[in-house]
């Protein structure tokens, strides 16, 4: 069974960086892709970034340049540094999979971004 579990979310100041986490356990890590997503609160929910399995890093328009994906293979964990974090930032952030053809997602963590 396969679970994603993010952490490190919180309430910070417009400006100010956070660092997410994702654990996952109950896969190959390594060989797959891994996404965080975010959703406001009354809207969708959004492709934030997205890595490969070897690396390939994809980003919406909105957080280029201020946010980074990353992941360690040997800690099946993948990461997003967020920086001059904005109050549009404000959602719960999703970490997410796709294993044996089944789209997985975490319960999710609250970033909240005051101006």
């Known amino acids: 069974q396969v679970q994603l579990v993010e952490s490190g979310g919180g309430l910070v100041q417009a400006g100010e960086s956070l660092r997410l986490s994702c654990a996952a356990s109950?896969?190959?890590?390594?060989?797959?892709?891994m996404g965080w997503y975010r959703q406001a609160p009354g809207k969708q929910r959004e492709l934030v970034a997205d890595i490969s399995s070897g690396g390939s890093t994809n980003y919406a328009e909105s957080v280029k340049g201020r946010f980074t994906i990353s992941r360690d293979n040997a800690k099946n964990t993948v990461y997003l540094q967020m920086n001059s974090l904005k109050s549009e930032d404000t959602a719960v952030y999703y970490c997410?999979?796709?294993?044996?053809?089944?789209?997985?997602w975490g319960e999710g963590t609250l970033v909240t971004v005051s101006s």
């Open positions: 997410n999979t796709k294993y044996q053809g089944v789209n997985y």
């Open positions: 109950g896969m190959i890590f390594s060989i797959k892709a």
